[in-house]
């Protein structure tokens, strides 16, 4: 399982609040949801997101409340995977159960740019900057989260068991 996309770059503290503000919860159709995705961090996003896009961010990406309308606004958008020096703990799990592929890389997160294009491989945990040509080795994903995140998410995975 593999991501390929253009990189949008964002800080350190990205919370749900600005992933998908509260005035827009009045609905859980993530189509719906991903035309406000990012929209008060960087309300460009929604006009140029294209599918398999990635975006990356520093420390503590997801922080704040726990709803799971900020990971299902970013995979409905079109977003194939979010990278990161850090998750804050409930945006990691609520991603991980709607099939949103993550994954914590330190190095990658400093040296990717926005604008960059980049290759994740879910199967080895490899990034690939293809702008830089530069690579780096985030945290594969276990098997069994692998088959939770092809499936969809974990409701999915479960029914299909």
């Known amino acids: ?86 998750f804050a703990r409930i945006f990691y799990r609520n991603a991980i159960n709607i099939g949103l592929p993550i994954i914590e890389c330190p190095e990658a997160a400093k040296d990717i740019e926005n604008g960059d294009q980049v290759e994740v491989d879910f199967d080895s945990g490899k990034i690939y900057n293809r702008t830089k040509g530069t690579e780096f080795q985030g945290q594969a994903f276990p098997p069994f989260m692998q088959k939770i995140i092809q499936a969809g998410g974990l409701v999915n995975y479960i029914n299909a068991k």
């Open 1 to 86: 399982m593999k991501a390929n996309g253009t990189v949008f770059k964002y800080g350190s503290n990205v919370d749900t609040d600005v992933i998908i503000p509260a005035r827009y919860l009045n609905s859980s159709d993530p189509s719906e949801l991903a035309t406000h995705c990012m929209v008060d961090i960087d309300p460009d996003f929604v006009n140029k997101v294209q599918k398999g896009d990635i975006i990356v961010a520093d420390k503590n990406f997801g922080c704040g409340s726990s709803r799971e309308h900020a990971p299902l606004s970013i995979k409905a958008s079109g977003i194939s995977c979010v990278i990161a020096e850090t």
